[in-house]
């Protein structure tokens, strides 16, 4: 915890009403028929996350007229800007809306010149909102949350995601996959980078990696991570920003052990690879 609370506590607000209108949306619409179409191969985007996008942008341009959007139906600023930005995932966890599942969420950080100050993320099938302010801690549903206490990995269930470009990198994304098989107690793929976060916050899972993300699908949750006594860096080990693409988030006690496996997954493919 590097600084006090937010002083304005309409920031927290604004975010947590998002994200539960955004829920609200979702549930009303989810598991009848809807526009699906795709942004590639294997990428989905719904009517409704445009409906929730709209919702989110409005409500900011009434309240902070100001600040900046970056949401991933409608675009924004790929750097970092300057000041106040909101950074928006209208359903993270597309897909498995769009096949019915329930494993998915709305999930929004304002950044102030790239460095989240609040975060709110909403999962509706469970009723579980999760919230942080930077320096403040983070919540469930207003109670304090904590990482686990797992010390091995041996002793760790793990989270992961696969990338939209998986089918032409399938060695290298399951070969670390299965690397992480071979060491931990468990590893499970959710299909929403915000709640595994989330969970791994709550003490629920010990450990989370992926790579090629982009801003909206973590910039809330790496907050919520830190501030419940966490530790979130770039899987090389390198400061977190929600602008690197990848992202490796523990309790704090495996992450060297976490980044060890990528390291010596990577030098392992080191001459094989092509990038």
Known sequence: ???????DPLLLTTAIEAVVRA????????????????????????????????MFRALIAERYPDHQVLAEEMGGSATVPPGPCWV????????????????????VALEVNGAAQVAAIFDPNRKE????????????????????????????????GFPYDIHSRVEDIVGLFGAFVGRARAVRRLGSAAIDLCYV?????????EADLKPWDIAGGALIVSEAGGRVTNMTGAPFTSRGKHVLATNGVIHD????????FRRSRAPNRTD
């Open 201 to 209: 916050a709550a003490g629920r899972l010990d450990g989370f990696w």
């Open 1 to 7: 915890m590097t600084s006090a609370p937010l002083i």
């Open 23 to 54: 829920g609200d949306i979702q549930l009303a619409r989810f598991g009848r028929a809807m526009r699906v179409d795709k942004k590639g191969t294997i990428d989905l985007v719904t009517e409704v996350d445009l409906e929730v996008e709209r």
């Open 88 to 107: 928006f995932d209208p359903i993270d966890g597309t897909t498995n809306y769009a096949h019915g599942l329930p494993i998915f969420c709305a999930s």
């Open 129 to 160: 909102l999760f919230t942080a302010e930077l320096g403040g801690g983070a919540f469930l549903n207003g109670r304090p949350l904590r990482v686990s206490s797992a010390e091995t990995l041996v002793d760790a269930m793990l989270v992961t």
């Open 257 to 264: 052990a976490m980044l060890h496996v990528i390291d010596e």
